[in-house]
């Protein structure tokens, strides 16, 4: 059975501090009266760079001493010097205007292959102008939590339109997608319970693993003999929680949720799905995986968000009336932040009704999808097979793909790469996303600067 915590997922926090404590004084005694031989050694061998980087390893993990003036100067310095070093600094980029199927990127128009907005509602006039509607109607802000400066119309009437578009009782508004992960596991689970996550779901369910009073089991990822095993030595705790992304973001391929839904209802736990990336994209009418499955009635825990296929903002839970009542008393993610604003509650409605109306725009999707898959293939990229718009192509090497990209970017394609801790070490990627308003002449262009690049560097 595999119980590794890739990603940072931690194992449960047992908290033998205090036990170990007269351990950890003297083991600090011996480092210390060690510290003053080792250092001055090492020093001797070590220059500039690589000295910080050893006294910094040494004071947090070997000598714990308060840091120093000279290593305080330092401390931001000497981390960002690192991650450059290993090809994993981060940086931001402005895109200037709108998010549409092409951006532009410091002066250059580009075509947009690393966006969630997979329909393209982000900048869609009708959106547009209901949330300027709202916003004069009802004002820029909602004042507060919802708890505490009043729900204002707008919320519950979305709430109501996405209780009906997911087919559950009730659903319940947060802040972001985020928000909604680690507020619902956190409430969810307390000691004695036990949450059971696969080892490729999204940080805001690692998150709120961490911030959960239960113990928390890693399994492989969509591995249901590996799931099975867990359950069955898992009967000593009280609640039992499964939790799985629907289509994981960064590899795109769909967990096997009827598998998953059969194993908790044998073993009576409850599922929660986080369908980021299934809402809008999956299904004949885009209600999401538990429609692509026909899972209706068996799921009880659904998140989906607002921010990516819905083109606005925020996120939803939805499920039974008990649910999301529990929910507003006890999801902290939810009590202690400040609730949507009505333009971004406006705009999600115009979405859902976009939706409703036009079902064409997922099969566009679908097609885009699957033509460029194809084309990818058919250049020799080793893509996987698979039903989604988020094509992975795994280049490992963190360096090389940052430079990949950015060769890409010369070819006026923006594609992002991804590296650890967002995936596994040794699996950095470019993270390939498809829109439904990609033209064929987009796809076509895309393809090319593909093959022309990937010659160079890969293929
Ligand atoms: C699978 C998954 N869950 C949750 C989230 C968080 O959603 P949000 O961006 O609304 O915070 C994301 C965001 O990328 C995601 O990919």
């Known amino acids: 059975m595999h119980l ?53 390893h040494f004071q947090s993990r070997v000598w714990r001493r308060p840091m120093g003036q000279a290593m305080k100067d330092t401390f931001f310095q000497d981390q960002i010097d690192d991650l450059k070093k290993r090809g994993l600094y981060r940086e931001l980029r402005t895109v200037e205007g709108e998010q549409d199927s092409s951006v532009v990127i410091n002066g250059k128009r580009v075509l947009m292959f690393s966006s969630n907005n997979y329909l393209g509602l982000a900048n869609h006039p009708v959106l547009k102008k209901a ?41 319940l508004l947060f802040s972001s997608g985020y928000h909604a992960n680690v507020g619902t596991i956190s409430a969810f689970s307390g000691e004695g319970d036990v949450i059971l996550s696969d080892e490729l779901n999204h940080a805001s369910i690692v998150d709120g693993c961490r911030l959960s009073k239960g113990e ?21 705790f009280r609640k039992r929680l499964i939790v799985t992304d629907s289509v994981f973001s960064m590899d795109g391929d769909i967990a096997p949720l009827p598998d998953i839904v059969d194993l908790a209802e044998k073993y009576s736990a409850l599922v929660m799905v986080d369908d980021a990336h299934g809402t809008g994209v999956l299904g004949k009418k885009g209600k999401g995986a538990i429609e692509h499955f026909g899972l209706e009635g068996r799921v009880d825990i659904q998140m989906g968000t607002l921010g990516k296929a819905l083109g606005s903002f925020g996120a939803f839970i939805a499920g039974s009336e008990d649910l999301i009542h529990y929910l507003l008393n006890k999801a902290r993610s939810l009590l202690y932040t400040t ?8 705009s999600a409605l115009a979405a859902l009704k976009i939706l409703g109306e036009r079902p064409a725009m997922i099969s566009q999707l679908r097609n885009n999808a699957t033509y460029f898959r194809e084309g990818m293939r058919g250049l020799g990229y080793l893509i996987p097979e698979g039903e989604t718009p988020i094509l992975p192509l795994i280049l490992g090497d963190p360096s090389i793909t940052m430079n990949m990209a950015q060769a890409l970017f010369d070819e006026g394609i923006y594609v992002q790469g991804i590296r650890t801790p967002t995936v596994p070490d040794r699996t950095s990627r470019l993270r390939i996303t498809l829109m439904a308003i990609h033209t064929m002449e987009q796809l076509d262009f895309g393809l090319r600067a593909f093959g022309k690049i990937g010659k160079k560097w890969i293929l």
């Open 339 to 346: 609730a949507l604003p009505p333009s971004v509650c406006a």
């Open 4 to 56: 590794s915590y890739p990603l940072g997922n931690t194992p449960p926090v047992r908290n033998h501090a205090r036990l170990l404590r007269p351990v950890h004084h003297a083991v600090q005694g011996s480092a210390t009266r060690l510290g003053a031989r080792i250092i001055p050694a090492a020093l001797v061998f070590l220059t500039g760079f690589k000295k910080r980087r050893f006294l910094l």
């Open 131 to 171: 949330s300027m509607v709202a916003a004069s109607r009802y004002g820029t802000g909602s004042g507060g939590s919802r708890l505490i400066s009043g729900s204002m119309e707008v919320h519950r009437t979305l709430e109501t339109e996405l209780a009906l578009f997911k087919g559950t009782e009730r659903a």
């Open 216 to 236: 928390v089991r890693i399994y492989k990822h969509a591995d249901m003999n590996c799931l099975k095993e867990i359950l069955r030595r898992s009967s000593r």
